[in-house]
């Protein structure tokens, strides 16, 4: 049913050192990474008006709309399981009766942007009617809804059709219907996208989905580390959406795996059930200033810097000179050493060893002092410490830069030996989650 793809021809790449020489998607959109709330990770297909009307109200009244999150996605299941006589899609007509039009103005009062899903194959995951050979008519239709973003998933899929031909097209029928809609491209790292997805969408999965699980969050990070070079301000990579809220992640897990993506550029997408929300999860997820690590403006993504057994560090440029750095504690829990003073040396950051900077937590919101070639921060089992590192000395070079020219030898040492770094095989876990669900029959 469905085709994957291992490596593309040279030809079609767009491979270079840095992705500037790239050109990105040119639609003015997603020149940070996109801040929001999707229904899946919550919900899956379990989702309906009432459901998503709270959910809307609740991003608001918590304070997350205010801490950035402005776009509100309905994932999967939103539509009749058939096309009209026409060949139209529409809403489900029992569990989104007042129609898309309807949500979408719902959204938009309240001052939030409306997405949508859809899916480049026969079917979405949960097979209601996939967008293949009807990008057109889908996409006029998305617009005249009033949608800001799409999300396109990729399940059924023919066999003989090209990844990238099913991805462009309907980045073409959204350009072609004149509304300014961010794309999403939720490939799940098929076919390499970061090779060619930066010149027709704004984001890219570079991974098969996340679960609310360690070692899912592992898989979807290790699989981006050496992406760096492939975003920026435009075009971003996805290691997917958040589990922070979710069952299944500790704090400190919730905490990594929110410093981890915002330090990759990843879009900080919500989706855990907001009237179940934890003090301590609100507290990740409105972490001032790691979001402004995430939102900085000259949109250059963080990577692996440095790496000794289940220790490393993260980190990348700011625009104002200064570094974005995590220490990331992976060790197995519940072995000797839970709390793991990680070291992160100037040098990692192209840096003088012998440069003064100062260094701020930025979770706790604590300037932490002047130190002098490297800091040490204890990091708990499975969490991070984020902190901004300004040097004194602020000279061009440190601005200039970028973690992919100092590591791409690790980076490439690293990706040699990631299972999933070809391609993502067949049925990824989207398909043996949908597999649970009952699925729905009702025609319209
Ligand atoms: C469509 O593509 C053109 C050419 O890249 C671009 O200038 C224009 O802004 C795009 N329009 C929309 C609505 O994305
Ligand atoms: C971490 O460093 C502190 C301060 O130097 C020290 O007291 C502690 O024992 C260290 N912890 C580990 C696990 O090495």
């Known amino acids: 049913m469905l085709k994957t793809f291992s490596i593309l021809p040279a030809l079609t790449l767009c491979v270079t050192i840095s992705s500037t020489l790239c050109s990105a998607l040119d639609n003015g959109l997603g020149l940070t990474p996109v801040l929001g709330y999707n229904t899946w990770n919550a919900f899956y297909g379990d989702i309906n008006e009432d459901l998503v009307k709270g959910m809307v109200d609740l991003l608001v009244?918590?304070?997350l709309k205010k801490a950035g999150y402005n776009y509100f996605v309905i994932d999967d299941a939103w539509s009749n399981i058939n096309r009209d006589k026409d060949g139209r899609i529409s809403a489900n007509s029992q569990r989104f009766s007042s129609g898309m039009h309807s949500m979408?103005?719902?959204?938009?009062?309240?001052?939030?942007?409306?997405?949508?899903?859809s899916d480049a194959g026969e079917k979405t995951c949960l097979g209601y009617p996939g967008s293949r050979d009807h990008e057109e008519t889908d996409a006029e239709a998305f617009a005249d809804w009033g949608i800001d973003f799409l999300k396109y998933d990729n399940?059924?899929?023919?066999?003989?059709?090209?990844?990238?031909?099913?991805?462009?097209?309907?980045?073409?029928?959204?350009?072609?219907?004149?509304?300014?809609i961010v794309y999403s491209m939720c490939d799940w790292?098929?076919?390499?996208?970061?090779?060619?997805?930066?010149?027709i969408a704004n984001s890219w999965r570079t991974t098969g989905d996340v679960g609310p699980s360690w070692e899912s969050m592992l898989r979807c990070l290790d699989n981006t580390v050496g992406l760096s070079k492939f975003a920026g301000p435009g075009g971003f990579n996805d290691p997917?959406?958040?589990?922070?809220?979710?069952?299944?992640?500790?704090?400190q897990e919730q905490r990594a795996m929110?410093?981890?993506?915002?330090?990759?550029?990843?879009?900080?997408?919500?989706?855990?059930?907001?009237?179940?929300?934890s003090k301590a999860a609100l507290k990740i997820l409105t972490a001032e200033e790691v979001i402004a690590v995430n939102q900085d403006k000259m949109g250059v993504a963080g990577d692996l810097v440095a790496k000794e057994g289940p220790e490393e560090v993260y980190a990348g440029p700011l625009e104002d000179g200064s570094r974005a750095v995590a220490l990331f504690n992976r060790h197995t829990s519940g072995t000797q050493y839970p709390i793991s003073n990680i070291t992160v040396y100037w040098e990692s950051l192209g840096m003088d060893s012998d440069e003064e900077a100062d260094v701020r937590d930025l979770f706790a919101e604590k300037n932490l002092g002047t130190f002098k070639g490297a800091w040490t921060g204890a990091v708990d089992l499975h969490d991070v410490r984020m902190v901004r590192i300004t040097p004194k000395d602020n000279r061009r070079e440190h601005q200039?830069?970028?973690?992919?020219?100092?590591?791409?030898?690790?980076?490439?040492?690293?990706?040699?030996?990631?299972?999933?770094?070809?391609?993502?095989?067949?049925?990824?876990?989207?398909?043996?989650?949908?597999?649970?669900q009952p699925l729905e029959v009702t025609e319209q």
């Not at 979408?104 to 001052?111: A, C, L, P, T």
């Not at 997917?240 to 704090?251: F, I, K, Q, R, S």
């Not at 990706?415 to 070809?422: D, G, H, N, Q, T």
Request: hydrophobic share 40%; with cysteine.
């Open 189 to 199: 790292g098929v076919g390499n996208p970061w090779l060619w997805a930066p010149k």
């Open 400 to 436: 200039e830069w970028r973690p992919w020219v100092q590591h791409g030898a690790l980076h490439a040492a690293l990706r040699a030996v990631l299972p999933l770094s070809r391609a993502v095989p067949g049925r990824p876990d989207k398909l043996a989650r949908a597999a649970q």
């Open 155 to 180: 399940c059924w899929a023919p066999a003989s059709d090209w990844v990238i031909d099913r991805y462009t097209a309907m980045s073409r029928a959204l350009n072609k219907t004149g509304r300014p």
């Open 258 to 277: 929110f410093g981890l993506w915002a330090i990759l550029k990843s879009p900080l997408v919500i989706g855990t059930d907001l009237r179940k929300l």
């Open 61 to 63: 009244s918590s304070g």
């Open 104 to 117: 979408s103005k719902y959204v938009h009062k309240h001052g939030l942007k409306f997405g949508m899903y």
């Open 240 to 251: 997917d959406m958040l589990e922070v809220g979710n069952p299944g992640l500790t704090e």
